[in-house]
Nanobody, 126 residues
């Protein structure tokens, strides 16, 4: 079983950048595809980006393509989400999640993810 802890959230002005990190413990991160999800108040949780176990496959939501970059460092058991050109609509609680299915892909379905962190808050002021 893997434990996930997110960090790096905060308050930023529109147009600014943040880098979220997800640290894994209790298991080797390379065993899991990883995803970043977010949930804003009153809205459903949505996928932001996902990455396959070895990092060769990535997926981005249309709303963040060209602005966000997901990456992973399996040797350090971390996954990151670099967020640039932030918009007020990016404000949400951001979660990282781990998918143990060994599918080789990067799922965008939150039901495929088995382990979740507690989340880190991102606030974007206009």
């Amino acid at each position: 079983q893997v434990q996930l802890v997110e960090s790096g959230g905060g308050l930023v002005q529109a147009g600014g950048s943040l880098r979220l990190s997800c640290a894994a413990s209790g298991s080797t991160l390379s065993m899991y595809a990883m995803g970043w999800f977010r949930q804003a108040p009153g809205k459903e949780r949505e996928v932001v980006a996902s990455i396959s176990r070895r990092g060769g496959i990535t997926y981005y939501a249309d709303s963040v393509k060209g602005r966000f970059t997901i990456s992973r460092d399996n040797a350090r058991n971390t996954v990151s989400l670099q967020m640039n050109s932030l918009k007020p609509e990016d404000a949400a609680l951001y979660y990282c999640a781990a998918d143990r299915s060994y599918s080789g892909s990067a799922s965008t379905n939150d039901h495929d993810y088995d382990y979740w962190g507690q989340g880190t808050q991102v606030t974007v002021s206009s």
